[in-house]
T-cell receptor, first 111, second 114 residues
Framework: EDQVTQSPEALRLQEGESSSLNCSYT??????LFWYRQDPGKGPEFLFT???AGEEKEKERLKATLTKKESFLHITAPKPEDSATYLC????????????FGGGTRLMVKP | GAGVSQSPRYKVAKRGQDVALRCDPI?????LFWYQQALGQGPEFLTY????????KSGLPSDRFFAERPEGSVSTLKIQRTQQEDSAVYLC????????????FGSGTRLTVV
């Protein structure tokens, strides 16, 4: 059974204080690891897809990395507008296009 | 439209009432998904359509849950005889077949069963 565990559950940062969010996964035949951002009252918004260990992707202050067992979402010099819940999800090779999500990390960035 | 549209945004149902939740995917998106998200949790898969065919319904929690997409575009998730544990946000997402950019989610329908 696919498992996705995110840590920490909640993270409070001061503006400018860089940190990382962790996503540990167990999946048979990974066919993509996805990061999403979710604001209150809205659906998840796509950020990145990573496919193989060693792959990295960047977008503004965010950088996602992937190993064989986990992914990290690094946030450099965060701003208050980066406050949101960050969700990680995996897609298994023989499971159609279904995604299995972790519980998310609630990030709060204080000015 | 530009995004995935879901209606209603909020629904309050009395226990035992039937409800129908609607999803309008992005035009041309072949794949459509329904997810259930409990408060403070990540979304959980319910069911998946490719065009009008329901290819996976393994996540539907009971036979009270039913989904359809008769013409391969708009989809409806129906919950019969609602119970308190059905209270959650129901998210719809769509994607192009083989899309590597992830899915586009709607804003969801928040269902509260009282």
């Amino acid at each position: 059974e696919d498992q996705v565990t995110q840590s920490p559950e909640a993270l409070r940062l001061q503006e400018g204080e860089s940190s990382s969010l962790n996503c540990s996964y167990t999946v048979s035949g990974l066919r993509g690891l996805f990061w999403y951002r979710q604001d209150p009252g809205k659906g998840p918004e796509f950020l990145f897809t990573l496919y193989s260990a060693g792959e990295e992707k960047e977008k503004e202050r965010l950088k996602a990395t992937l190993t064989k067992k986990e992914s990290f979402l690094h946030i450099t010099a965060p701003k208050p507008e980066d406050s949101a819940t960050y969700l990680c999800a995996v897609r298994r090779g023989n499971a159609g296009n279904m995604l299995t999500f972790g519980g998310g990390t609630r990030l709060m960035v204080k000015p | 439209g530009a995004g995935v549209s879901q209606s209603p945004r909020y629904k309050v149902a009395k226990r035992g009432q039937d409800v129908a939740l609607r999803c309008d995917p992005i035009s041309g998106h072949v794949s459509l998904f329904w997810y259930q998200q409990a408060l403070g949790q990540g979304p959980e898969f319910l069911t998946y359509f490719q065009n009008e065919a329901q290819l996976d319904k393994s996540g539907l929690p009971s036979d009270r849950f039913f989904a359809e997409r008769p013409e391969g575009s708009v989809s409806t998730l129906k919950i019969q005889r609602t119970q308190q544990e059905d209270s959650a946000v129901y998210l719809c997402a769509s994607s192009l077949a083989g899309d590597s950019y992830g899915y586009t989610f709607g804003s969801g329908t928040r269902l509260t069963v009282v």
